[in-house]
């Protein structure tokens, strides 16, 4: 006891100690990114205000958490929320400003804090690290962050898969600094975008534009969402280090200047998994580990222009939990997951040039995927009993070239890509599908271009009331005769805002968006042919988007949009007999398989979104969709999808409390998604059960019935303790609080045992081909509440 009570006393007197930090802010031009003169106010408090042209420093700040308004005359003011002041360090950060034709006295009125664009005026969404890492149940991850907007569904509580807008997860993209990089998750599905744990380093992060619609034409292949993750700068005076000693994985990172002149800069993370021990502590039955890491390194040169180099990458693997107990769900589990150790990394280098009215971007990057998976039957590693031996491979190298310029009073956007691809793949795989068992041994290996250019515009009129923006893209591969004409991707969009009101704005955007098949998908062999090359095209959407926003006092926006989209030519398995655009929510591989391009389907529904960024030390999210996700089947008739989810409602809120508590809570619910029955008299089969280790679905039968009402309860709290020359934080996140009923309503099924754990054969003398087991079938378990807590370092 008078141990624990003198380790309180040390750390209370120590937090007596003078904390002071800095801040020092770059602003330019958002369009042309030149530097330009302007004023940082602190909101709230003081009100003391900082001025400078391009660089503003904010020395001797007390630690604590600030917003920051940035104004200067001709521009939209702009804001850094929530910025935690980490004592002894300096902290930087850029800032672009937006030209607005109002004067600054009354835009400061409106305090418009959320971000729009000419060619995104809804359907995009900011979001901060700090309300990131605040977030209850993200746990520190981005993409189950986003899960507090409208538009956003997911399905296990402990997995990545997010459908937009009734869109599969296969639909989504990520930039990073204006580079692409494909895998964003651990264990990721290839084929889609999913998986359990995100890679990205949130602590590295700035903000992340999220967009559910109304997509910049300089971004290629987008059908559902697209996430630009804009990443911080690194302290100026000297490096500063940070570690997180969480339950679930270890980091420590570094960032800083990396010359004397403090031109050259630099960020540095690396991370090991924990989560094994987690999943064993709690009886999961599969144990996944990880590695990851991430860096940038920045030159800034004297005249503006900025040379960067960026990468990324992780190594995953996989083992089971033979202690894990043996409930239905577990021995299920167990018989089908896989063995798959994947690897992965993106490395890119960007040139940013100053122009005379604009700048140029130049940038490159590489990116390789390698993805295996090894599975026996019941585990049992011997030649008959192999399943599956999957290995595959995809390598690209992009280059891009940007260029913003403006002529008059019109602002232009105008670049080029292109993309040097290579897919391999060696495997031997035996599956069952809608009417046969199959056995697919082959050796894959493609190489294609894919290429596209872009043109975009935008013009303000009527005393700058009303926004429009126009603009397309052309895009195209080498991989077939169906791919190579340009004008057959023709991608137009258009988008308007009208402002109502200081305070209503009327918004619209409608758009055709194109995105080439999965390698996966392309480079799928039978009898040594490439079996889709004659009929993949590239999958099309149309969007139609229309919306009204509000922008009130104190932080509040409210936002009402409503969507439709229309997709056609979008892969079919011909052995299954439906449409792509229902898989990709599980670990696997989604596209190896025959495939034409006959599918098609729409979805469209109604958002509400009200958002309260910190005021008064509160901070909160409304978030409601109502949808409709359909696609076709073999007869050409629309069903719902395996999103669609109809209502999905969302409530995220949290507080600060004094002595650097903040508590927050989160609670989701989500209509039950569409589930295909099992056929269970043919997956009782021997030869087939054998084969499959698990039941199949009867896809005649495609998402005719749904699965359970879905809804957790995520919490949140931490405490931080600040220093003379450091801070510490401690923080707990627990997801999926009050463990509820699985969200898949399909029973759990699996063989009856004998005492040797064999299935038992029901009639054993028939003949091979006719025999079945005995099947036995129970309920779910309930899904698994998650406990996550740590303890944050900073220095």
Do not use: C
Request: a neutral charge; zero cysteines.
């Amino acid at each position: 006891m008078k141990f624990k009570f003198i380790i309180l006393f040390l750390l209370t007197s120590l937090s007596l100690y003078s904390q002071v930090g800095s801040i020092n802010i770059n602003v330019f031009d958002d369009f042309s990114k030149k530097p330009v003169s302007a004023t940082v106010k602190i909101v709230g408090g003081t009100e003391q205000q900082f001025s400078g042209t391009g660089n503003i420093m904010i020395s001797e700040i007390s630690s604590g958490t600030y917003t920051l308004e940035i104004v200067s005359e001709g521009y939209s003011p702009s804001y850094l929320n929530e910025i935690n002041v980490v004592p002894n360090q300096n902290l930087t950060f850029s800032v672009g400003l937006t030209k607005s034709a109002t004067e600054i006295q009354e835009v400061t009125i409106t305090r418009k804090e959320y971000k729009t664009t000419a060619e995104s005026p809804l359907s995009l969404r900011n979001i901060t690290s700090e309300e990131v890492q605040k977030n209850a149940g993200s746990n520190r991850d981005v993409s189950k962050a986003i899960l507090s907007f409208p538009g956003v569904g997911s399905t296990a509580t402990f997995r990545n898969d997010l459908f937009i807008r009734g869109g599969s997860s296969s639909e989504n993209k990520f930039y990073i600094d204006g580079i692409e990089v494909p895998v964003i998750n651990h264990f990721q599905t290839q084929g889609a975008s999913g998986g359990p744990r995100g890679i990205i380093t949130v602590d590295f992060i700035k903000d992340v534009d999220f967009y559910s619609g109304a997509f910049p034409a300089r971004r290629n292949g987008v059908l559902s969402s697209l996430f630009e993750f804009n990443l911080k700068e690194a302290r100026k005076e000297k490096l500063g280090y940070k570690a997180v000693v969480g339950l679930d994985d270890l980091q420590l990172m570094v960032d800083g200047p990396l010359s004397k002149d403090q031109t050259w800069s630099g960020l540095f993370s690396v991370r090991k998994s924990n989560l094994q021990l987690l999943f064993k502590a709690i009886g999961l039955p599969f144990l996944p580990s990880y590695y990851d890491g991430t860096f940038k390194i920045s030159k800034k040169f004297q005249s503006g222009d900025e040379l960067f180099f960026l990468g990324m990458g992780a190594k995953d693997s996989f083992e089971f939990n033979e202690d894990a107990e043996p409930t239905f769900t577990n021995l299920t589990l167990i018989d089908r997951l896989p063995n798959s150790p994947q690897w992965n990394y993106t490395v890119g280098t960007g040139y940013r040039h100053l122009a005379e009215n604009g700048n140029w971007l130049f940038t490159w990057s590489r990116n390789m995927l390698d993805n295996r998976a090894l599975k026996y039957y019941r585990n049992v590693e011997t030649p008959e009993n192999l399943l599956y031996d999957y290995k595959s491979q995809e390598i690209e190298n992009k280059m891009r070239i940007d260029r913003n310029f403006t002529v008059s009073d019109y602002q232009f956007s105008t670049g080029a890509n292109i993309n040097f691809a290579k897919y391999f793949n060696n495997s031997t795989i035996k599956n069952v599908t809608q009417n046969a068992v199959n056995f697919d041994a082959f050796t894959s290996e493609i190489n294609l271009i894919q290429y596209g250019l872009y043109l975009q515009t935008a013009k303000k009129f009527i005393d700058n009331r009303l926004q429009l923006s126009a603009g397309f893209r052309l895009d195209a591969s080498d991989y077939s005769s169906n791919t190579t004409n340009p004008l057959e991707q023709f991608s137009p969009r258009f988008s308007l805002s009208y402002k109502l009101a200081d305070q209503f704005t009327v918004n619209f955007n409608t758009g055709i968006f194109y995105q080439l098949p999965a390698y996966t998908a392309l480079g799928y062999v039978e009898n040594g042919n490439l079996s889709n090359e004659s009929t993949l095209k590239y999958i099309r959407n149309s969007h139609l988007v229309g919306g009204v926003e509000y922008n009130g006092k104190n932080n509040l926006r409210m936002t009402f949009e409503g969507y439709y989209k229309k997709y056609s030519n979008y892969p079919f398995s011909l052995r299954n007999q439906i449409s792509l655009a229902n898989i990709g929510a599980d670990f696997g591989v989604v596209g190896s398989e025959p495939l034409d391009s006959r599918g098609f389907g729409e979805t469209y529904g109604i958002e509400f979104l009200a958002q309260k960024r910190t005021v008064n030390n509160f901070y909160g999210i409304l978030a409601y969709t109502f949808g409709y996700s359909k696609f076709s089947d073999a007869a050409g008739k629309l069903l719902p999808s395996s999103w669609d989810s109809r209502h999905i409602l969302t409530m995220t809120a949290g507080k600060y409390f004094n002595r650097n508590w903040n508590v927050g809570a989160r609670f989701r619910m989500q209509s039950g998604l569409p589930e295909t029955p099992y056929d269970l008299q043919r997956s009782a089969l021997v030869n087939i059960w054998n084969i499959n280790n698990g039941p199949i679905q009867n896809f005649t039968l495609l998402n005719s019935s749904r699965g359970n009402l879905s809804h957790q309860l995520d919490l949140r709290a931490e405490k931080k303790w600040i220093f003379k020359k450091w801070q510490f934080t401690a923080y707990i996140d627990v997801v999926n609080a009050y463990g509820s009923k699985s969200p898949s309503g399909l029973p759990v099924v699996n063989l009856q045992r004998d005492t040797q754990n064999n299935g038992i054969i029901a009639n054993p003398g028939a003949p091979q081909n006719e025999q079945y087991y005995l099947l036995e079938t129970g309920v779910a378990d309930r899904s698994t509440p998650l406990p996550y807590f740590g303890f944050i370092f900073e220095f």
